[in-house]
């Protein structure tokens, strides 16, 4: 069974400083994954998404994502934060048979002025 | 091209009322997914329509319910409301099956 585990529920960073979202996902088969981002009263927005294509990928907004398949990781990074960064990020796998999105617990990230 | 609307989008009711959302799909989304998402719990699936066809359902007991219109355009109806239901419940669009979902504001229930 598919399962996704974001390992981080709050990341605070400075202004200006490097994000790292973690994402381990766990699947039998090569998983297409997303990240989306959810700020306060809002519905969510695709950053990027991973679908067997290139490893490394990138989005909107600086971000990107690099798919580590020995590592079942799916980490999220950019190089320098911004104010506008502060939401809660999505970590999302796809299941195989029945398409369904099963989401993270989601990382809430604080940036500091 | 207009994105996915969900009405309403706040809601309050009281105990044991039922109470039904609203989804209008990207136009030409074939596909409609629900998630309810609460403090506690996190984003949970509810279902999915493709083609006025339920193709997936989530663990929710059976006051959740949903369909979905020749027009793509989704409910979903909870009966027997309890304060647990107090939730975002968001809706999302795909032109695919498992393919990028595009999410709605949500509406927001509170159940009193």
């Known amino acids: 069974a598919q399962s996704v585990t974001q390992l981080d529920s709050h990341v605070s960073v400075s202004e200006g400083t490097p994000v790292l979202l973690r994402c381990n996902y766990s699947?039998?088969?090569?998983?297409?994954l997303f990240w989306y981002v959810q700020h306060p009263n809002k519905g969510l927005q695709l950053l990027l998404k991973?679908?067997?294509?290139?490893?490394l990928v990138k989005g909107i907004n600086g971000f990107e994502a690099e798919f580590k398949k020995s590592e079942t990781s799916f980490h999220l990074t950019k190089p320098s934060a911004h104010m506008s960064d502060a939401a809660e990020y999505f970590c999302?796998?796809?299941?195989?048979?029945?398409?369904?999105?099963?989401f993270g617990s989601g990382t809430r990230l604080l940036v500091r002025p | 091209k207009a994105g996915v609307t969900q009405t309403p989008r706040y809601l309050i009711k009281t105990r044991g009322q039922q109470v039904t959302l609203s989804c209008s799909p990207i136009?030409?989304?074939?596909?409609v997914s629900w998630y309810q998402q609460t403090p506690g719990q996190g984003l949970q699936f509810l279902f999915e329509?493709?083609?006025?066809?339920?193709?997936n359902k989530g663990n929710f007991p059976g006051r959740f319910s949903g369909r979905q219109f020749s027009n793509s355009r989704s409910e979903m109806n909870v009966s027997t409301l309890e304060l647990g239901d107090s939730a975002l419940y968001l809706c999302?669009?795909?032109?695919?099956?498992?393919?990028?979902?595009?999410f709605g504001p949500g509406t927001r229930l509170t159940v009193l």
């Open positions: 999302a669009s795909s032109s695919t099956l498992g393919g990028e979902q595009f």
């Open positions: 699947s039998s088969y090569s998983p297409s």
């Open positions: 991973y679908t067997s294509a290139a490893t």
């Open positions: 999302v796998v796809v299941t195989d048979s029945s398409y369904k999105l099963i």
């Open positions: 136009s030409g989304h074939r596909s």
């Open positions: 329509y493709f083609s006025e066809t339920q193709r």
